[in-house]
């Protein structure tokens, strides 16, 4: 019988980033029982996603400060809350299913819990979660958008590298769950960047390597090449960036089964073609993450602007240059919160949640 905690676990999960929520089969609760112990259920339940130190913690659930630190030095381990060290102290803090401890998991997924997610993502998460609004949005690959256009520096992947001052590359989670399953595909796997206070956790945790802007930018030019979508988090500081694929990441595949994926993600291009140029080649079509584009009855290839969401991977590869990046009217552009801390207050606003966890809540009202 499941404990009662992880019902309020669940209920606190739901409130954070894209959501966490419910399923006939429960089958999100042996994911629940799977990563936490009752304790640090209980523990996290007493947390924010404001970061605070250890002593602050134990002052508000009464408990002794030495104990407290290495529970959440424990948890810190096992992917299940965010720390920042600074010299000799550390603050932590809670962290959403995704994009937290789902992606956390990397030293630690195993097929079980691959086969978990997986039933998750199909009944429910999918399209409940993800599919509602996606917490990264897409921006161009590298050299697809003309040069004569001005690109906001949160647009221009060599910006973002050279606005960072450490970068870290770590392997993708999706692919990593899906080959546990032995699905998937053969793109590479070591292609999603963390930033700052992000790539340090991911160093200091074992899942990822610093990394030089050089590097970092011959990665992504690898990416372009087998086809990856760049999606930094819904910010324009981002903490972090995906390089994502169709056929495995949680964010695309989900985006996919939507009848107009350009409504689930934040992006300011759309492909087009110039029909005497077009030879109908189909080098678009099979690089097109969204299945946006086809080879019309006159032989021209033609974007669906509802399933386009502007990563500009059939603009590179293109032979006779009939594909295009084209900035959408200033009417329909988007800009991205400035942090993310600002994009997950709106969200959690948005889905009529909020963000002041559901113990400290209940205790303020008693």
Same mark, same amino acid.
């Given at each position: ?37 009752? !304790? ?174 050089? !590097? ?113 009217? !200033? ?36």
């Amino acid at each position: 019988m499941t404990a009662k905690v992880y019902y309020d676990l669940r209920e606190q999960l739901d409130h954070y980033s894209v959501g966490f929520p419910s399923t006939e089969s429960e089958v999100e609760m042996r994911i629940l029982e799977k990563l936490f112990s009752e !304790e640090e259920a209980e523990l996290y339940l007493n947390l924010s996603m404001m970061l605070e130190a250890p002593e602050a913690i134990a002052q508000r659930i009464g408990r002794e400060p030495g104990a407290v630190a290495g529970l959440l030095e424990h948890m810190v381990d096992k992917g299940l809350l965010f720390r920042l060290k600074k010299g000799d102290s550390a603050k932590y803090g809670a962290v959403p299913f995704v994009v937290g401890s789902f992606e956390y998991q990397l030293k630690d997924m195993d097929r079980e819990f691959a086969e978990l997610f997986e039933r998750y993502f199909l009944e429910a998460f999918g399209k409940k979660g993800l599919g509602r609004t996606s917490p990264l949005r897409t921006i161009p690959v590298n050299k697809s958008v003309d040069q004569l256009w001005p690109v906001a520096p949160y647009e221009d992947v060599r910006k973002l590298f050279e606005a960072k001052d450490k970068i870290a590359v770590a392997n993708c989670i999706c692919r990593v769950q899906q080959g546990l399953l032995d699905k998937g595909c053969d793109k590479p796997q070591e292609v999603c960047f963390q930033f700052g206070s992000h790539a340090q956790y991911y160093v200091d945790k074992g899942m990822g390597r610093f990394i030089t802007e050089e !590097e970092a930018l011959q990665i992504i030019d690898k990416c372009d090449e087998a086809g990856l979508v760049p999606q930094p988090f819904v910010s324009q500081d981002a903490g972090a960036m995906c390089n994502c694929c169709g056929d495995c990441c949680g964010i695309l595949r989900s985006i996919k089964l939507h009848p107009k994926p350009a409504e689930r993600v934040l992006t300011n291009y759309y492909a087009g073609v110039d029909p005497d140029a077009c030879s109908a080649c189909e080098t678009c079509v099979d690089r097109c993450q969204m299945e946006a584009i086809n080879i019309a009855a006159d032989g021209v290839a033609e974007v669906d602007r509802d399933r386009c969401i502007g990563c500009g991977l059939c603009v590179t590869t293109c032979p006779s240059e009939a594909v295009s990046l084209r900035s959408k009217p !200033e009417s329909e552009r988007q800009v991205p919160p400035a942090t993310a801390k600002e994009y997950v207050m709106q969200l959690a606003s948005s889905r009529g949640k909020s963000l002041i966890p559901i113990a400290v809540s209940k205790r303020s009202q008693s």
